[in-house]
Protein backbone atom coordinates (compact mmCIF):
# COMPACT_ATOMS: atom_id res chain seq x y z
CA UNK A 1 0.00 0.00 0.00
CA UNK A 2 2.96 2.52 0.82
CA UNK A 3 4.87 1.79 -1.82
CA UNK A 4 2.07 1.40 -4.08
CA UNK A 5 1.01 4.46 -3.07
CA UNK A 6 4.82 6.18 -3.37
CA UNK A 7 4.72 5.10 -6.92
CA UNK A 8 1.36 6.41 -7.35
CA UNK A 9 2.80 9.86 -5.55
CA UNK A 10 5.87 9.37 -8.12
CA UNK A 11 3.66 9.43 -11.36
CA UNK A 12 1.18 12.51 -9.23
CA UNK A 13 4.69 14.12 -9.25
CA UNK A 14 5.89 14.09 -12.59
CA UNK A 15 2.30 15.08 -13.82
CA UNK A 16 2.73 18.06 -11.82
CA UNK A 17 5.87 18.83 -12.94
CA UNK A 18 4.73 19.03 -16.23
CA UNK A 19 2.00 21.04 -15.90
CA UNK A 20 4.12 23.13 -13.93
CA UNK A 21 6.37 23.91 -17.46
CA UNK A 22 3.15 24.21 -19.31
CA UNK A 23 1.91 27.01 -16.86
CA UNK A 24 4.90 28.59 -16.50
CA UNK A 25 5.27 28.50 -20.61
CA UNK A 26 1.95 29.87 -20.10
CA UNK A 27 3.02 32.73 -17.99
CA UNK A 28 5.78 33.72 -20.07
CA UNK A 29 3.81 34.03 -22.92
CA UNK A 30 0.76 36.32 -21.10
CA UNK A 31 3.87 38.51 -19.96
CA UNK A 32 5.07 38.75 -23.42
CA UNK A 33 1.47 39.82 -24.34
CA UNK A 34 1.15 41.35 -21.33
CA UNK A 35 4.15 44.02 -21.81
CA UNK A 36 2.94 44.99 -25.23
CA UNK A 37 -0.36 45.37 -23.77
CA UNK A 38 0.45 47.36 -21.09
CA UNK A 39 -1.61 50.81 -20.48
CA UNK A 40 0.18 53.88 -22.31
CA UNK A 41 0.37 55.37 -19.09
CA UNK A 42 2.05 52.70 -16.88
CA UNK A 43 4.92 52.60 -20.06
CA UNK A 44 6.73 55.51 -17.62
CA UNK A 45 6.89 52.69 -14.53
CA UNK A 46 9.37 50.80 -16.42
CA UNK A 47 11.11 53.22 -19.22
CA UNK A 48 14.62 52.46 -19.40
CA UNK A 49 16.74 54.72 -20.45
CA UNK A 50 20.12 54.58 -22.84
CA UNK A 51 24.14 54.56 -21.87
CA UNK A 52 25.38 56.17 -24.83
CA UNK A 53 29.20 55.33 -25.76
CA UNK A 54 32.05 57.71 -25.12
CA UNK A 55 32.02 58.38 -29.08
CA UNK A 56 28.73 59.10 -28.96
CA UNK A 57 29.24 61.51 -25.97
CA UNK A 58 31.75 63.38 -27.78
CA UNK A 59 29.44 63.75 -30.90
CA UNK A 60 26.54 65.01 -28.93
CA UNK A 61 28.10 67.38 -26.92
CA UNK A 62 30.25 68.93 -30.40
CA UNK A 63 27.46 71.32 -30.63
CA UNK A 64 27.51 72.83 -26.43
CA UNK A 65 28.57 76.13 -26.62
CA UNK A 66 28.49 78.03 -23.20
CA UNK A 67 29.66 81.21 -25.15
CA UNK A 68 26.39 81.34 -27.33
CA UNK A 69 24.79 80.61 -24.70
CA UNK A 70 25.36 83.64 -22.75
CA UNK A 71 25.02 86.15 -25.65
CA UNK A 72 21.79 84.51 -27.18
CA UNK A 73 20.08 83.02 -24.57
CA UNK A 74 20.85 84.07 -21.25
CA UNK A 75 21.73 88.19 -21.73
CA UNK A 76 18.28 88.73 -23.27
CA UNK A 77 16.60 86.79 -20.42
CA UNK A 78 18.64 89.45 -17.61
CA UNK A 79 16.03 92.51 -17.13
CA UNK A 80 13.26 93.01 -14.73
CA UNK A 81 10.60 90.62 -15.81
CA UNK A 82 7.86 90.60 -13.17
CA UNK A 83 4.92 89.55 -14.01
CA UNK A 84 3.00 91.74 -16.70
CA UNK A 85 6.26 93.92 -16.99
CA UNK A 86 8.00 95.29 -20.26
CA UNK A 87 10.32 93.06 -19.33
CA UNK A 88 8.29 89.80 -18.99
CA UNK A 89 6.84 90.32 -22.38
CA UNK A 90 10.09 90.56 -23.99
CA UNK A 91 11.33 87.64 -22.36
CA UNK A 92 8.10 86.08 -23.71
CA UNK A 93 9.49 86.66 -27.38
CA UNK A 94 12.99 85.77 -26.90
CA UNK A 95 11.75 82.30 -25.89
CA UNK A 96 9.44 81.87 -28.57
CA UNK A 97 11.42 83.52 -31.45
CA UNK A 98 14.23 81.15 -30.25
CA UNK A 99 12.71 77.90 -30.05
CA UNK A 100 11.08 79.04 -33.24
CA UNK A 101 14.33 79.51 -34.98
CA UNK A 102 15.22 76.12 -34.30
CA UNK A 103 15.08 73.25 -36.92
CA UNK A 104 13.28 70.83 -35.33
CA UNK A 105 9.81 72.46 -35.04
CA UNK A 106 8.97 73.20 -31.62
CA UNK A 107 4.74 73.84 -31.38
CA UNK A 108 4.33 76.90 -28.53
CA UNK A 109 1.37 77.02 -26.83
CA UNK A 110 0.75 80.14 -24.81
CA UNK A 111 -1.56 79.81 -21.28
CA UNK A 112 -2.40 83.32 -20.31
CA UNK A 113 -4.69 84.32 -17.59
CA UNK A 114 -5.34 86.73 -15.05
CA UNK A 115 -5.00 86.71 -11.39
CA UNK A 116 -5.39 88.54 -8.30
CA UNK A 117 -2.79 89.35 -6.11
CA UNK A 118 -1.70 91.67 -3.40
CA UNK A 119 -0.91 94.36 -6.21
CA UNK A 120 -4.24 93.71 -7.59
CA UNK A 121 -5.39 91.43 -10.73
CA UNK A 122 -2.31 90.73 -13.30
CA UNK A 123 -1.59 89.30 -16.64
CA UNK A 124 0.12 85.27 -16.45
CA UNK A 125 1.48 84.20 -19.29
CA UNK A 126 3.22 80.53 -18.64
CA UNK A 127 4.97 79.43 -22.37
CA UNK A 128 4.47 75.48 -23.35
CA UNK A 129 6.94 74.27 -25.84
CA UNK A 130 6.65 70.29 -26.89
CA UNK A 131 8.76 68.85 -29.78
CA UNK A 132 6.24 66.12 -31.10
CA UNK A 133 2.73 67.08 -30.18
CA UNK A 134 1.31 63.83 -31.38
CA UNK A 135 3.59 61.91 -28.80
CA UNK A 136 1.85 60.62 -25.75
CA UNK A 137 4.60 60.93 -23.31
CA UNK A 138 6.55 63.87 -22.24
CA UNK A 139 9.50 64.12 -20.50
CA UNK A 140 9.76 67.78 -19.39
CA UNK A 141 11.93 70.30 -18.60
CA UNK A 142 10.86 73.20 -16.30
CA UNK A 143 11.99 76.66 -15.41
CA UNK A 144 10.05 79.70 -14.16
CA UNK A 145 11.40 83.20 -16.53
CA UNK A 146 9.61 85.23 -13.85
CA UNK A 147 11.73 87.71 -11.53
CA UNK A 148 11.03 88.50 -7.90
CA UNK A 149 9.25 92.35 -8.10
CA UNK A 150 11.41 94.87 -5.61
CA UNK A 151 8.99 97.62 -5.31
CA UNK A 152 10.59 101.03 -6.92
CA UNK A 153 11.36 102.40 -3.64
CA UNK A 154 14.03 99.38 -3.29
CA UNK A 155 15.33 100.29 -6.43
CA UNK A 156 18.98 100.85 -6.04
CA UNK A 157 20.06 98.29 -8.09
CA UNK A 158 18.26 96.14 -10.83
CA UNK A 159 17.41 92.66 -9.74
CA UNK A 160 17.99 90.45 -12.40
CA UNK A 161 17.50 87.03 -10.52
CA UNK A 162 20.63 85.49 -12.90
CA UNK A 163 20.54 82.09 -11.28
CA UNK A 164 16.80 83.06 -10.16
CA UNK A 165 15.94 81.28 -12.92
CA UNK A 166 17.65 83.25 -16.00
CA UNK A 167 20.10 80.65 -16.41
CA UNK A 168 18.09 77.49 -16.00
CA UNK A 169 15.72 79.06 -18.75
CA UNK A 170 18.93 79.94 -20.73
CA UNK A 171 19.88 76.19 -20.18
CA UNK A 172 16.69 74.70 -21.15
CA UNK A 173 17.27 76.88 -24.54
CA UNK A 174 21.02 76.10 -25.09
CA UNK A 175 19.44 72.90 -24.73
CA UNK A 176 17.23 72.87 -27.84
CA UNK A 177 19.52 74.53 -29.92
CA UNK A 178 22.65 71.92 -28.94
CA UNK A 179 20.40 69.13 -29.82
CA UNK A 180 18.78 70.61 -32.62
CA UNK A 181 19.23 67.91 -34.81
CA UNK A 182 18.90 64.71 -32.72
CA UNK A 183 16.13 66.12 -31.27
CA UNK A 184 14.71 66.68 -35.03
CA UNK A 185 15.49 63.06 -36.00
CA UNK A 186 13.88 61.83 -32.96
CA UNK A 187 10.55 63.92 -33.37
CA UNK A 188 10.38 62.28 -36.86
CA UNK A 189 10.83 58.86 -35.29
CA UNK A 190 7.80 56.60 -34.45
CA UNK A 191 8.35 57.26 -31.05
CA UNK A 192 5.65 57.86 -28.38
CA UNK A 193 7.95 59.83 -26.58
CA UNK A 194 8.99 63.26 -26.71
CA UNK A 195 10.31 66.68 -24.99
CA UNK A 196 8.30 68.89 -23.40
CA UNK A 197 9.89 72.61 -22.32
CA UNK A 198 7.78 74.43 -19.81
CA UNK A 199 8.56 77.89 -18.69
CA UNK A 200 6.39 79.40 -15.93
CA UNK A 201 5.33 82.69 -15.32
CA UNK A 202 4.67 83.87 -11.50
CA UNK A 203 6.46 81.23 -9.46
CA UNK A 204 7.43 84.44 -6.92
CA UNK A 205 5.60 86.05 -4.53
CA UNK A 206 4.86 89.44 -5.65
CA UNK A 207 4.44 90.45 -2.06
CA UNK A 208 5.34 87.79 0.78
CA UNK A 209 5.24 83.81 0.29
CA UNK A 210 1.59 82.64 0.96
CA UNK A 211 -0.74 79.85 -0.56
CA UNK A 212 -2.28 82.44 -2.78
CA UNK A 213 0.47 84.63 -3.29
CA UNK A 214 3.34 82.48 -5.32
CA UNK A 215 3.03 79.75 -7.72
CA UNK A 216 0.37 81.58 -10.00
CA UNK A 217 1.69 80.19 -13.56
CA UNK A 218 2.45 76.77 -12.08
CA UNK A 219 -0.88 76.61 -10.07
CA UNK A 220 -2.78 77.37 -12.98
CA UNK A 221 -1.20 75.10 -15.85
CA UNK A 222 -1.31 71.92 -13.76
CA UNK A 223 -4.63 72.86 -12.89
CA UNK A 224 -5.48 73.33 -16.85
CA UNK A 225 -3.84 70.35 -17.90
CA UNK A 226 -5.58 67.77 -15.15
CA UNK A 227 -8.98 69.08 -17.10
CA UNK A 228 -7.16 68.54 -20.81
CA UNK A 229 -8.03 64.79 -22.14
CA UNK A 230 -4.83 63.77 -23.38
CA UNK A 231 -4.56 62.08 -26.21
CA UNK A 232 -6.77 64.29 -27.75
CA UNK A 233 -10.65 63.10 -27.30
CA UNK A 234 -9.50 60.42 -24.59
CA UNK A 235 -11.97 60.09 -22.00
CA UNK A 236 -9.90 58.81 -18.56
CA UNK A 237 -6.56 60.49 -19.38
CA UNK A 238 -5.68 63.83 -19.41
CA UNK A 239 -2.33 65.71 -20.40
CA UNK A 240 -0.88 65.21 -16.61
CA UNK A 241 -1.09 61.26 -17.15
CA UNK A 242 1.36 62.20 -20.07
CA UNK A 243 3.99 63.50 -17.80
CA UNK A 244 6.91 61.10 -17.20
CA UNK A 245 8.91 62.70 -15.61
CA UNK A 246 8.93 66.84 -14.68
CA UNK A 247 12.47 67.64 -13.97
CA UNK A 248 12.55 71.28 -12.72
CA UNK A 249 15.52 73.30 -12.73
CA UNK A 250 16.04 76.24 -10.38
CA UNK A 251 18.86 78.37 -8.95
CA UNK A 252 21.02 77.34 -10.64
CA UNK A 253 24.58 79.36 -11.68
CA UNK A 254 26.18 79.66 -8.44
CA UNK A 255 29.29 77.97 -7.82
CA UNK A 256 29.64 74.73 -6.10
CA UNK A 257 26.08 73.08 -6.26
CA UNK A 258 24.99 70.17 -4.31
CA UNK A 259 21.80 68.53 -5.69
CA UNK A 260 20.22 66.37 -3.15
CA UNK A 261 17.26 63.90 -2.93
CA UNK A 262 13.53 65.04 -2.25
CA UNK A 263 11.56 62.32 -3.43
CA UNK A 264 12.35 58.77 -2.78
CA UNK A 265 10.18 57.96 -6.13
CA UNK A 266 12.94 59.20 -8.75
CA UNK A 267 16.05 58.35 -7.44
CA UNK A 268 17.00 56.15 -9.95
CA UNK A 269 16.98 59.59 -12.35
CA UNK A 270 18.80 61.30 -9.51
CA UNK A 271 21.14 58.62 -9.61
CA UNK A 272 21.56 58.43 -13.43
CA UNK A 273 22.83 62.44 -13.17
CA UNK A 274 25.04 61.67 -11.04
CA UNK A 275 26.46 58.41 -13.39
CA UNK A 276 26.46 61.03 -16.74
CA UNK A 277 28.50 63.04 -14.07
CA UNK A 278 31.25 60.26 -12.97
CA UNK A 279 31.01 59.48 -16.97
CA UNK A 280 32.05 62.80 -18.50
CA UNK A 281 34.24 63.40 -15.51
CA UNK A 282 36.29 60.28 -16.46
CA UNK A 283 36.41 61.47 -20.48
CA UNK A 284 37.26 65.38 -19.15
CA UNK A 285 34.59 66.58 -20.39
CA UNK A 286 34.10 68.60 -17.22
CA UNK A 287 36.09 72.22 -16.48
CA UNK A 288 37.37 72.79 -13.16
CA UNK A 289 35.89 69.50 -11.79
CA UNK A 290 38.52 67.86 -9.38
CA UNK A 291 36.59 64.67 -7.96
CA UNK A 292 34.60 62.33 -9.72
CA UNK A 293 31.20 63.57 -8.11
CA UNK A 294 30.50 67.33 -7.02
CA UNK A 295 26.84 67.85 -7.59
CA UNK A 296 24.57 65.08 -7.68
CA UNK A 297 24.14 62.84 -4.62
CA UNK A 298 20.84 60.55 -4.63
CA UNK A 299 21.98 59.52 -1.11
CA UNK A 300 21.83 62.56 0.54
CA UNK A 301 17.98 63.67 1.76
CA UNK A 302 16.99 67.18 1.13
CA UNK A 303 13.47 68.09 3.36
CA UNK A 304 10.81 69.24 0.85
CA UNK A 305 11.51 72.61 -0.80
CA UNK A 306 7.74 74.85 -1.92
CA UNK A 307 8.54 75.49 -6.00
CA UNK A 308 6.62 75.18 -9.06
CA UNK A 309 6.27 71.44 -8.99
CA UNK A 310 4.38 71.31 -6.03
CA UNK A 311 0.61 71.55 -7.86
CA UNK A 312 2.08 69.32 -9.96
CA UNK A 313 3.37 67.04 -7.10
CA UNK A 314 -0.30 67.12 -5.36
CA UNK A 315 -1.69 65.74 -8.71
CA UNK A 316 0.54 62.88 -8.78
CA UNK A 317 3.39 63.45 -10.91
CA UNK A 318 6.69 62.33 -10.95
CA UNK A 319 9.19 65.06 -9.63
CA UNK A 320 12.65 65.49 -10.24
CA UNK A 321 14.13 68.71 -8.60
CA UNK A 322 17.07 70.14 -9.21
CA UNK A 323 18.03 73.04 -7.30
CA UNK A 324 20.90 73.25 -5.37
CA UNK A 325 20.70 73.24 -1.17
CA UNK A 326 21.49 75.14 0.59
CA UNK A 327 20.85 77.58 -1.81
CA UNK A 328 23.10 80.51 -3.64
CA UNK A 329 24.44 82.67 -1.10
CA UNK A 330 23.16 85.29 -3.13
CA UNK A 331 19.85 84.00 -3.58
CA UNK A 332 17.26 86.55 -3.23
CA UNK A 333 19.56 89.44 -2.99
CA UNK A 334 20.73 92.72 -5.46
CA UNK A 335 23.79 90.31 -5.93
CA UNK A 336 22.08 87.37 -8.41
CA UNK A 337 23.45 88.65 -10.93
CA UNK A 338 25.69 88.09 -14.10
CA UNK A 339 28.96 89.36 -12.48
CA UNK A 340 28.53 86.19 -10.27
CA UNK A 341 27.41 83.24 -12.42
CA UNK A 342 30.05 80.52 -12.13
CA UNK A 343 30.72 79.53 -15.77
CA UNK A 344 32.15 76.43 -15.46
CA UNK A 345 29.48 75.04 -13.18
CA UNK A 346 26.66 76.20 -15.77
CA UNK A 347 28.97 74.71 -18.70
CA UNK A 348 29.62 71.35 -16.65
CA UNK A 349 25.82 71.61 -15.97
CA UNK A 350 24.61 71.94 -19.74
CA UNK A 351 26.73 68.78 -20.64
CA UNK A 352 25.37 66.63 -17.88
CA UNK A 353 21.54 67.61 -18.91
CA UNK A 354 22.17 67.34 -22.31
CA UNK A 355 23.24 63.90 -22.30
CA UNK A 356 20.69 63.01 -19.64
CA UNK A 357 17.76 64.49 -22.08
CA UNK A 358 19.33 62.12 -25.02
CA UNK A 359 19.49 59.01 -22.76
CA UNK A 360 15.90 59.19 -21.35
CA UNK A 361 14.87 59.81 -25.06
CA UNK A 362 16.59 56.95 -26.32
CA UNK A 363 18.57 59.01 -28.88
CA UNK A 364 21.55 58.05 -29.98
CA UNK A 365 23.42 60.80 -31.89
CA UNK A 366 25.29 59.76 -35.14
CA UNK A 367 28.81 59.94 -35.28
CA UNK A 368 30.32 61.36 -37.58
CA UNK A 369 32.32 59.08 -40.14
CA UNK A 370 36.02 60.44 -39.81
CA UNK A 371 35.86 60.65 -36.12
CA UNK A 372 37.88 57.26 -36.03
CA UNK A 373 40.51 58.74 -38.48
CA UNK A 374 40.74 62.14 -36.17
CA UNK A 375 43.97 62.56 -34.21
ZN1 LIG B 1 13.14 83.33 -6.23
Given at each position: MWKGATTSMAEQSHRLSIMRSFYTALIGLTFIFHTDGVPWTEEKLRHSALTLSEDEIRAALSHTNLEQMWQRDLRPLLVTRYPGSAGSLAVQNHIKTTLASLEAGWEVTEDSFQSQTPYGPLPFTNLVATLNPSARRHLVLACHYDSKYYPPQWHGREFQGATDSAVPCAMMLELARALDEELKTQKNSSSNLTLQLIFFD??????QWTATDSLYGSRHLAEKMEATPHPK???????????DLFVLLDLIGAPSPIFGNQFPSTTSWLSKLQDIEKRLHSMN??????????????DRPVGHILDDHIPFLHRGVKILHLIPYPFPAVWHTFDDNEENLDRPTIENLNKILQIFVLEYLNIRPSIPSNSQNAP
Open positions: GEEALFGAKDTNQLHGIQLVGHPNSVLYFWP
